[in-house]
C-alpha cells in the first residue's frame, strides 16, 4: 500500500552505470548476429583471443582512469581555488606532448620486447605516478591555503602528470602491437569499435568515477583509487595476456596487413624510409593531429566551460562520464561495423562519414554558445572523434604498419594524436576566459570557434584516403 512501504532509489553509482551495461548487451546481442568475416579459426583459437584482448583492453581502458582523472576533477580544483584552469591546460599540454614525443623510444622498444612487457610497464608505471600525485595533493590540501601551496602542487602535477603521460604513452602502442598477429585485416573493423568502446568505458571511469569519488572522498581518492584498479591490471596482464598466438600454444597465420610474408629482419631505418615514403601514412598522421586537437577540446574543456558560466548543475555536465562513454560505444561500434562490412575493410569512408559529423557538431556548438544544446552538441562530436580515433590509430596503424611494426606505427600516429592534445591545451589556456568574464557564454565562443577550420581539414584529409587499403610488403600506395 502508497505510504507504508519505504521508497527505495537506485545507488546513484548504478543508475549511471546501468544504462551503459544495458547499451553492451544489446551491441553483443546486435554483432552476434550479424554476418561475420569466417577465416577459419578454430573455436579453441577464438577462446584464446578472447581471454587474450579482453585484459589487455581492460588494462588499456583503466588507463585512461589514471590519465583523464586530473582532468575530469579540473573545474572544481579551479572553483574551489586549489588549481586554476590556466595551470591546469599548462599541465596538460606539457603532459601531452610528453605522451607525443614518447614514441620515440616505446614505439620501436614495443617491437623489439613485445606489446605484454610494455603493456605491464606503462600500467605499473601509471600506477606509481598516481600514488604520487595522490600524495601531492594531500599535501596540498593539508597545508594553509594561498599562492604558494597551488604554485607547489602545480610544480608537482606538472613532473608527475608529465611522466604519467610517458608510461601512458606505452597503452596504445602495446595493445596494437599484441592485437596485430591475433586478427587478420579483415576482421580488424570491428576491432576498431571494440578499441572505441574500450576507450569509452575508460572516460567514463575517468571523467564520472573520478569526480564522483573525489567529492564524497576527498581529491586525494581520485588518484588512490586508480592506482589501485591499475595494479590489478598488470597482474591481468601477466598472467593472461601472449605476444602472439605461437606464445600462447596456438599456430600463427598470415594477417595480410603491409608486412605479410616478411620474414626476415628489417632494420628500422628502413622501417622509416618506407613507412615516410608512404603518402598515406602522412595523411593519417595528420588527421590524427586534428582528431587529438578535437577529441580534447571537447572532453577537456567542456567541463571548464559549463563550469564557468554556471551550469555546473546540468544533466549534461553530471553525467559527463557516462554520455562519454555512450557515445563512444556508439561511434566505436558503427565505425568498426560499417567499415568492415559496408566499405570493405577500407578506413577512409568511415572516416570521412564521421568526421562531416565532427564538422557540424562544432558548427552547432558555435551557433549554440549559452544554451543547454550546446553539451548535446558536443557528445555527438565525441561520438565521432572516437568513431574515428578507433579507425585510424586503433586499426589503420595495424594495416598499413603492419604486425611486424606496429609498434612503431601506432607511436607515430598516437603521438601526432597527442601533439594535437597539446596543442588545443595551450591554445585554449591563452584564449579561454578567467574570472568574472568567464561567467558570460559569449566570451567562450573562441572554443568553438577555434574547432571549425581543424574539423573541416581533417575532414578534407580523410577524403584524400577514401579507397586506400595496406598492400603486402608496399611502400607506397
Known amino acids: 500500500m502508497p505510504g507504508l512501504l519505504p521508497e527505495r532509489s537506485m545507488p546513484e553509482w548504478l543508475s549511471k552505470l546501468l544504462p551503459i551495461l544495458i547499451l553492451l548487451v544489446v551491441v553483443g546481442v546486435v554483432l552476434s548476429l550479424l554476418p561475420k568475416v569466417d577465416l577459419g579459426h578454430s573455436d579453441a583459437f577464438k577462446r584464446r583471443r578472447v581471454m587474450n584482448w579482453l585484459p589487455l583492453g581492460l588494462t588499456y581502458a583503466f588507463l585512461y582512469f589514471g590519465r583523464y582523472n586530473l582532468s575530469a576533477i579540473a573545474g572544481e580544483l579551479d572553483k574551489s ?36 612487457i610494455t603493456m605491464i610497464i606503462g600500467a605499473a608505471g601509471s600506477m606509481v605516478m598516481n600514488v604520487g600525485m595522490a600524495l601531492a595533493m594531500q599535501a596540498a590540501l593539508a597545508s594553509e591555503a594561498g599562492p604558494e601551496r597551488t604554485a607547489e602542487l602545480q610544480q608537482a602535477l606538472l613532473y608527475l ?3 604519467n603521460m610517458y608510461f601512458q604513452s606505452f597503452g ?100 622509416l624510409r618506407k613507412m615516410f615514403s608512404n603518402h598515406i601514412i602522412w595523411i593519417i598522421i595528420a588527421v590524427e593531429f586534428c582528431s587529438g586537437f578535437l577529441r580534447q577540446a571537447v572532453m577537456k574543456q567542456y567541463r571548464l566551460y559549463a563550469k564557468g558560466i554556471g551550469d555546473g548543475d546540468s544533466f549534461v555536465y553530471e553525467n559527463w562520464g557516462m554520455l562519454l562513454c555512450i557515445a563512444g560505444i556508439l561511434g566505436g561500434v558503427f565505425a568498426g561495423f560499417i567499415s568492415d562490412h559496408v566499405f570493405g575493410s577500407r578506413r577512409g569512408p568511415v572516416s570521412s562519414v564521421l568526421y562531416g559529423g565532427l564538422l557540424l557538431g562544432a558548427v552547432g556548438a558555435f551557433l549554440t554558445i549559452g544554451t543547454p544544446a550546446l553539451g548535446w552538441c558536443v557528445v555527438f562530436m565525441s561520438l565521432c572523434v572516437i568513431g574515428v580515433h578507433g579507425m585510424l590509430s586503433g586499426t589503420a ?9 606496429a609498434g612503431l606505427t601506432t607511436g ?47 575532414f578534407v584529409l580523410c577524403t584524400r584516403i577514401w579507397n586506400a587499403r595496406p598492400k603486402p610488403n608496399a611502400s607506397a600506395h
Not at 595551470?87 to 617491437?111: C, H, K, R
Not at 590489478?232 to 603491409?258: E, H, K, M, Q, Y
Not at 596503424?397 to 611494426?405: A, E, H, I, R
Open 161 to 163: 602528470n608529465a611522466a
Open 81 to 116: 581555488g586549489i588549481l586554476a584552469k590556466a595551470q591546469f591546460n599548462e599541465i596538460d599540454g606539457v603532459g601531452a606532448w610528453v605522451y607525443g614525443i614518447a614514441f620515440l623510444i616505446n614505439g620501436p622498444l614495443t617491437d623489439k620486447i613485445g606489446g605484454r
Open 397 to 405: 596503424s595495424m594495416d598499413f604498419g603492419g604486425s611486424k611494426n
Open 412 to 458: 607515430i600516429i598516437d603521438g601526432f594524436v597527442y601533439l594535437g592534445t597539446g596543442t588545443q591545451a595551450f591554445l585554449y589556456g591563452a584564449l579561454l576566459p578567467t574570472g568574472d568574464a568567464a561567467k558570460d557564454p559569449a566570451n567562450w565562443k573562441v572554443w568553438p570557434g577555434a574547432m571549425l577550420p581543424v574539423a573541416l581539414v581533417g
Open 172 to 271: 596504445a602502442v602495446s595493445i596494437v602491437k599484441v592485437n596485430a598477429p591475433w586478427f587478420h585485416v579483415r576482421e580488424r573493423g570491428v576491432l576498431g569499435g571494440l578499441f572505441g568502446v574500450l576507450i569509452s568505458l575508460g572516460l567514463y571511469f575517468s571523467y564520472d568515477w573520478s569526480l564522483a569519488l573525489g567529492k564524497s572522498l576527498g581529491w586525494t581518492w581520485s588518484f588512490s583509487i586508480p592506482a589501485v584498479v591499475l595494479g590489478l591490471c598488470v597482474a591481468a596482464t601477466a598472467l593472461l595476456v601472449r605476444n602472439s598466438p605461437s606464445d600462447a600454444g596456438l599456430g600463427d597465420f598470415d594477417t595480410g596487413d603491409a608486412t605479410s610474408g616478411q620474414t626476415e629482419h628489417v632494420p628500422m631505418a628502413t622501417v
